[in-house]
């Protein structure tokens, strides 16, 4: 057992004071997301359809364009909170998950509140509002599915609908597959121990294969060479985007806004994109250069690393025992973080691919630690300070909401 713990009540005024601190943190970043930082950005996922034939993340612009032409930019505002909505969604279930349907803990508590402040957490909702966070919150249900399921059958439905999901999700964004593999498979090895043999391949295949399926049906099939053509349909509008107005930082700290027409916009910067080949992608992620990809990958490798310990210490359970259950099923695994190399050759969001990573693994871990004896113990004076000063350096430093580093700026 553990040492004593102090006074219960004192306790409960330290959990109630964190958790009204969170809650008005969050409102505030809301509040920032919504009318500080500008659309713009989020509205490119959503502007290219099918009007064309078919074309990579067409399905999520097919979407806005069921709607009348009149409410198109009135459209863009409400569908890029939609990702979000779907991802917060999502770490409320998990935090439910890991602190009342595990049963009631301290440190069970404690890990619930870290969810919220962990790089994968409230701030990658809001700053990180990409399709493929739709994705995420599917990874989230499966393994919470997984945690408190033992059933075969039940868990191969999950698996199948898993995967259907990001299939669907990858017409949206294509990396999207590539980026949860690694979550999948892990909730699918730690989560489902019971899974043997066929079974668990079964279970595998039918969670990892749709996806990629359909990821090779854009890659093979998605057309290219029409950006001057994708342009004409994309209409005009007035758009906040204030880096093309260079503002000082008197001018950004005061709240600065520069108005651009948005087909010009997406037509110079989005659209070429659409014409790019897997070599021209790879040649792009090349030309960022070794320093600042390097620089990124340090970043990223720190976010993930200090996510799990976080984790670890706030839940008592080692992390060498989550990776020697993992690493029963070491080819999966392999396979599943291999997955993450042509995302990482393609893609400059260096730093943004390691969070992702983190959350796979994140995501898994805190649900095993929710099941294990030490999420059950009175947490140690230790334990607690990790858990104060840990919930606020990761609420002050969001630096997980970077994408990376190199990339130039829209303008």
């Known amino acids: ?153 039940a868990v191969a439905v999950a698996s199948a609908t898993y995967g259907l999901l990001t299939a669907l999700v990858a017409f949206t964004h294509e990396a999207t597959p590539f980026l949860f593999g690694l979550g999948a498979i892990l909730a699918l090895t730690v989560l489902g121990r019971d899974l043997r043999g066929n079974l668990l391949r079964l279970c595998c295949v039918l969670a990892i294969a749709p996806g990629l399926l359909a990821s090779s049906i854009i890659a093979l099939f998605g057309r290219r060479g029409i950006s001057t053509e994708l342009c004409e349909i994309i209409p005009h509008g007035a758009v906040n985007w204030p880096a093309s107005g260079h503002p000082t930082v008197g001018q950004i700290l005061g709240g600065f806004r520069f108005d651009v027409d948005y087909h010009d916009w997406i037509c110079r910067n989005i659209v070429p994109l659409y014409d790019q ?44 025992r989550f990776w020697r259950i993992a690493r029963t099923r070491t080819t999966w695994i392999v396979f599943g973080a291999a997955l993450f190399l042509p995302i990482f050759m393609t893609g400059v969001d260096w730093i943004r691919w390691w969070v992702t990573a983190s959350l796979d693994v994140g995501v898994v871990f805190l649900l095993f630690a929710s099941s294990q004896s030490e999420a059950r113990m009175v ?20 630096i997980g909401i970077l994408p990376g580093f190199g990339a130039p700026v829209p303008m």
Do not use: C, K
């Open 277 to 320: 080949s897997f070599s021209d992608a790879l040649r792009y992620v090349a030309n960022i250069g070794p320093l600042l990809l390097g620089a990124a990958t340090a970043i990223g490798v720190l976010l993930f690393v200090a996510s799990l310990l976080a984790i670890s210490h706030v839940s008592g359970v080692p992390l060498g």
């Open 379 to 398: 947490p140690t004076r230790q334990a607690r300070l990790v858990f104060i000063a840990g919930t606020t350096l990761l609420a002050l430093f969001p």
């Open 1 to 153: 057992m553990t040492n004593a713990s102090p006074n219960r009540s004192a306790r409960g005024g330290l959990y109630v004071t964190v958790g009204l601190l969170l809650a008005i943190w969050m409102v505030g970043l809301t509040v920032i997301a919504s009318t500080v930082i500008p659309d713009l950005y989020w509205f490119s996922y959503y502007s290219i359809g099918y009007q064309l034939g078919f074309v990579r993340r067409g399905l999520a612009g097919q979407l806005v364009n069921m709607f009348p032409a009149q409410e198109y930019f009135s459209v863009l505002r409400l569908v890029r909170w939609v990702p979000t909505g779907f991802y917060a969604a999502g770490l409320m279930v998990l935090g439910w998950a890991v602190a009342v349907r595990s049963g009631s803990s301290e440190r069970r508590l404690m890990m619930a509140l870290l969810v919220p402040v962990l790089p994968f957490g409230f701030t990658f909702a809001l700053f990180s509002a990409r399709p493929d966070l739709i994705g995420a919150f599917a990874l989230i249900i499966f393994a919470t599915i997984l945690r408190f399921t033992s059933d075969g059958r």
